[in-house]
T-cell receptor, first 112, second 112 residues
C-alpha cells in the first residue's frame, strides 16, 4: 500500500461513454501525475499538477481532461475514447518533482 | 519524450544469481531513480541516486551512475523468485515543469 488510491481498478467503456478515473493521496504531497502505460511502450507522462495547477500537458488529446480540485485529489475525465486508448492508467504523487514518486495500483481501461 | 532506455529488455536467471540491468539517458539530470512493477500493478520506488553520487546501496540492490556516459546500472544480488518483475529507470531533470520520465523497462524472470 503506497498511500495513493485509484478507483476504479478496472473499467470497460464504449467509445461514446463518459467516465472518470479518480486518484486520492493523503501523503501531503504537492505534485500529482497521470501516466499511461500501453503494452510494449514506456510509461507516457500525460499530465503534471503542482500545487493544484497544471504545469505540463504532453500534447494529450482533448478527449482526456484532467481535474485537480485540491492537493489530495486528481481526476481524469474520459469522453469519446478510441480503442487505442485502452491501457493501464497510473496516478502518482510526490513531495516535489525531484523526489520519489508514489504510484497507485492503476486503472485498467478497456475501450470497446 | 523518452529519456531512459533499459538494457536488456528481458533477462532470465536462476535463483541465487545476480541480475544486472542498465539504463542510458539523453539529457543532464538532477537524479535517476529505479522502480519495480509487478505484473499489471503500480510501480514501487526502489532507490534514488543523485547526479553527484556515483554509487548507492540498499539491501541487495546496488546502483551506479556515470554522468559522463549518461548511464546507470542496477544490480540485484542473490536473486529470489520474488524478484520477478519489470524494472524501470526514471530520470528527473532540472527543466522547469517536468516530471519523471521513464524508460521501457527490463523484464526480469527468476526461476527456482
Amino acid at each position: 500500500e503506497t498511500g495513493v488510491t485509484q478507483t476504479p481498478r478496472h473499467l470497460v467503456m464504449g467509445m461514446t461513454n463518459k467516465k472518470s478515473l479518480k486518484c486520492e493521496q493523503h501523503l501531503g504531497h504537492n505534485a500529482m501525475y497521470w501516466y499511461k502505460q500501453s503494452a510494449k511502450k514506456p510509461l507516457e507522462l500525460m499530465f503534471v499538477y503542482s500545487l493544484e495547477e497544471r504545469v505540463e500537458n504532453n500534447s494529450v488529446p482533448s478527449r482526456f481532461s484532467p481535474e485537480c480540485p485540491n492537493s489530495s485529489h486528481l481526476f481524469l475525465h474520459l469522453h469519446t475514447l478510441q480503442p487505442e486508448d485502452s491501457a493501464l492508467y497510473l496516478c502518482a504523487s510526490s513531495p516535489d518533482r525531484f523526489s520519489e514518486a508514489f504510484f497507485g495500483q492503476g486503472t485498467r481501461l478497456t475501450v470497446v | 519524450s523518452q529519456q531512459g532506455e533499459e538494457d536488456p529488455q528481458a533477462l532470465s536467471i536462476q535463483e541465487g544469481e545476480n541480475a544486472t540491468m542498465n539504463c542510458s539517458y539523453k539529457t543532464s539530470i538532477n537524479n535517476l531513480q529505479w522502480y519495480r512493477q509487478n505484473s499489471g500493478r503500480g510501480l514501487v520506488h526502489l532507490i534514488l541516486i543523485r547526479s553527484n553520487e556515483r554509487e548507492k546501496h540498499s539491501g541487495r540492490l546496488r546502483v551506479t551512475l556515470d554522468t559522463s556516459k549518461k548511464s546507470s546500472s542496477l544490480l540485484i544480488t542473490a536473486s529470489r523468485a520474488a524478484d520477478t518483475a519489470s524494472y524501470f529507470c526514471a530520470t528527473a531533470t532540472n527543466q522547469a515543469g517536468t516530471a519523471l520520465i521513464f524508460g521501457k523497462g527490463t523484464t526480469l524472470s527468476v526461476s527456482s
